[in-house]
């Protein structure tokens, strides 16, 4: 079986529950703005990017020191003890702060409809970091299927108590009965029980643990762990913190939250192509590694971003041909925001590739410039946002979005050359690139034009669709033919 072959064909076990996570979380999204308003799906959008942010304030890198040490230390039963009891009792000191911040933060997000949001938010975060290095534990045991378990436990928890709430419960009388006061609130009770519900589950990591804290260890794994969190955070910036300032920098504080909300859900239109790239980065990240002893690495490397690019050149196009069906997977309220999604698309096509050049600063053990490109992109995300959301408002965010990635991208490729260069068929990927305009101006001139608006082929008429399809099935076999010689290499 060809290399790449190989590559298409893995599954990452590990990646499963993510990937399929975030895939549930794009089932609800039409249900979530169908029934909330613009501003409070705002609040949905708003605080699970803090929730994002924050998560990493709350594990500080302690993650992957915990894999460190435990390769390096002897005693991996003390490595588990002191990771764990370092972030239970941060995590308790960090949930104080928050509650006895809970009114200031209220008045400050305008949240004081929605009180019991930190509260949620505060049982999230702490749960969530309980079961971080029990899940780590999991993977550095070699133990994939009680990990999946586990994680798909949460997810199917958290998505069938949010389908009852918004579905059922405004059907039902008494207790169990839909409260309107409440509202968005229902979606994070739900990720709530379902933290809760993860960590009883794997309470048998905690009982089985020996509590001992070693503090002369836990003083090693600090200084390892610490760098880790501005790497994090630099890389929540750039995925989530727009949603955040969008908040404070709107010109009209007053629909803030509704321009949040058509944000955030014409956003999640984009994971059509993010959930391709996280599954690719699961499966190909140990493929790259594997690879580096073969003395073809560099050419199959080279081949794979090629096939990489035009998959996602087609994802690109097929949403975009068909946006006027795509559209129907956010509310009526939230399609003014759609403008945002060929932006978005092209940002994380840039992110794809990055992932791709990275392996050039991991083979090389120079992940500091990784950390330089990461911190320079969250540099350049502020920068934009700062500028432009004033101005333009959300467009600004998927600008910056766009231009981050794409800094990201060009400059890991700059440095990649220099360090470990991989010979990249940039001519091949611009040939692809110019296919796809080619075939998107036809649909536009053939399908979205007015000229052809109330003809033969508009968009939502039957020979529309099917101009589309024919248009999409052209692409396909054509990056087939530019692509077959290297998937069989």
Not at 198 to 203: A, D, E, I, P
Not at 228 to 255: C, Y
Request: charged residues 10%.
């Amino acid at each position: 079986m060809s290399t790449i072959k190989k590559l298409a064909g893995q599954t990452a076990v590990y990646g499963l529950s993510s990937v399929l996570g975030r895939m549930l979380n794009y089932m609800l999204t039409p249900i979530l703005t169908n029934f909330f308003l613009p501003a409070e799906y705002g609040i949905n959008t708003e605080v699970f990017a803090y929730i994002s942010f924050l998560n990493v304030v709350f594990t500080y890198g302690m993650e992957t020191a915990f894999f460190r040490f435990s390769k390096s230390e002897n005693d991996k039963q003390k490595v588990f003890a002191t990771a764990n009891i370092s972030l239970l009792i941060s995590s308790v000191v960090f949930c104080i702060v928050l509650m006895v911040l809970a009114p200031y933060i209220n008045s400050k997000l305008h949240y004081e409809a929605h009180h019991e949001i930190i509260w949620c938010l505060c049982g999230i975060l702490f749960f969530d970091t309980l079961v971080a290095i029990p899940f780590n534990r999991l993977r550095l045991e070699n133990k994939p299927m009680p990990f999946v378990f586990f994680r798909l436990t949460n997810i199917g928890i958290n998505f069938s108590l949010t389908l009852f709430f918004i579905k059922i419960a405004p059907q039902l009388s008494g207790f169990f009965s839909y409260r309107p006061q409440i509202g968005i609130s229902y979606v994070f009770m739900a990720n709530l029980i379902a933290s809760l519900i993860t960590f009883l589950l794997m309470t048998k990591q905690w009982a089985n643990m020996k509590w001992q804290f070693d503090y002369a260890l836990w003083k090693k794994m600090m200084p390892y762990a610490l760098p880790l969190l501005i790497v994090g955070l630099g890389g929540m910036v750039n995925e989530t913190f727009d949603r955040i300032l969008l908040n404070f920098l709107l010109p009209d504080a007053s629909t803030a939250k509704a321009q949040i909300g058509i944000y955030g859900a014409c956003y999640k239109i984009s994971l059509i192509i993010t959930m391709f790239v996280q599954a690719f980065r699961m499966a190909g990240e140990p493929f790259f590694f594997s690879q580096s002893e073969n003395k073809d690495a560099k050419q199959i490397y080279a081949r794979v971003m090629q096939v990489f690019t035009a998959v996602c050149l087609l994802i690109v196009f097929g949403t975009m041909i068909f946006i006027d069906e795509v559209k129907y997977f956010v509310g009526p309220q939230y399609r003014y925001g759609l403008q945002v999604v060929p932006i978005l698309l092209l940002a994380n096509v840039c992110l794809g590739i990055y992932y791709n050049l990275t392996i050039w600063y991991k083979l090389t053990n120079q992940t500091l410039m990784g950390t330089y490109i990461t911190l320079g992109g969250a540099a350049i995300t502020l920068f934009l946002n700062f500028l432009l959301i004033p101005k333009i408002g959300f467009m600004g965010s998927a600008w910056a979005t766009l231009v981050c990635y794409a800094s990201m991208m060009i400059a890991s490729y700059l440095l990649g050359q220099k360090y470990y260069p991989v010979h990249y068929p940039l001519k091949n990927i611009f040939l692809q690139t110019l296919v796809i305009a080619a075939l998107y101006g036809i649909s536009i001139v053939l399908v979205k034009s007015t000229f052809f608006a109330s003809g033969l082929f508009a968009a939502h008429s039957a020979a529309g669709i099917i101009c589309c399809c024919m248009l999409f099935f052209t692409a396909t076999i054509i990056f087939w033919r530019m692509n077959k010689s290297l998937i069989h290499l």
